[in-house]
């Protein structure tokens, strides 16, 4: 329908509240693509078809032909973030055994989702930020090692995290992170214990057989107790601490860092 040319306004109007609504459906793809720590599922399903293309021939179809690097867990020599592995896409490595890879954005973009969503075209691409920046936060605003020990240093109150890049998943991370109910395995969760004493032991359990259960206590005391022993032994089903008031960016920053822990060398 045509606006009467006596109402200007209302066509400026018009075509005003257009350009709001183009730029908020804009701003909705970007955001979903950077800033909720993950990559969009067609960005996942491109990067399959470009890696198939470029990248299956040396590195193979599961990524793991290469000595020293897996692509699909994860692993590589030198690159701890996203930034880290586009750069070397297009750089190359190995002095000249892989060559530098001129892609468009959006090919580079899912390449990354791929080995990020594990080779999996229907998975999770985890944002993987700064470690730098990531162990600041850690040690930091994030307040992880309130609870966390890494390498020696830190309360034993919470798991040790001193090899957890070896062992989880960037997306495991994430999920510790933003929803920790959801991600808490079950031999670390919180218990509560009587004794036929009258002894209360609050504290986490680290293992349990059919007669006896280990904790490590609210003191930080590895306690080993016979079930026959026991009036109660209660296991929270909640867990010990709350989803991450960390912003986008600062998760993937911990998840760079928390990567790069794999154990004292």
Do not use: W
């Amino acid at each position: 329908m045509t606006i009467p040319s006596k109402y200007p306004y209302l066509t400026i109007f018009a075509r005003y509240t257009a350009l709001l609504l183009l730029l908020s459906v804009f701003q909705q793809g970007m955001a979903q693509e950077a800033g909720d720590h993950q990559y969009t599922t067609e960005a996942i399903e491109a990067g399959s078809r470009v890696y198939t293309q470029q990248c299956a021939l040396c590195h193979g179809p599961e990524g793991g032909l290469i000595d020293g690097v897996d692509l699909r867990r994860g692993q590589f020599p030198s690159v701890r973030s996203d930034d880290d592995l586009r750069a070397l896409v297009r750089s190359g490595a190995g002095e000249g055994r892989m060559p530098g890879f001129n892609l468009r954005p959006e090919e580079m973009n899912g390449v990354i989702a791929f080995i990020r969503a594990g080779f999996d075209p229907d998975g999770i691409a985890v944002k993987i930020g700064d470690p730098v920046s990531g162990q600041a936060l850690f040690q930091g605003k994030g307040e992880c090692t309130n609870c966390h020990r890494v390498n020696g240093v830190g309360p034993r109150t919470a798991p040790d995290l001193s090899s957890i890049g070896a062992v989880r998943t960037p997306a495991s991370l994430q999920r510790n992170l933003l929803d920790p109910a959801t991600a808490l395995l079950p031999i670390n969760r919180a218990v509560r214990i009587v004794t036929r004493n009258e002894e209360t032991i609050v504290g986490r359990r680290l293992n349990e057989d059919t007669y006896t259960v280990q904790v490590i206590d609210s003191q930080e005391r590895l306690r080993s107790l016979k079930k026959s022993d026991l009036v109660s032994f209660e296991i929270s089903d909640s867990p010990s601490k709350q989803p991450t008031t960390l912003s986008s960016d600062e998760v993937a920053d911990v998840i760079g860092y928390l990567l790069t822990l794999r154990g004292l060398q």
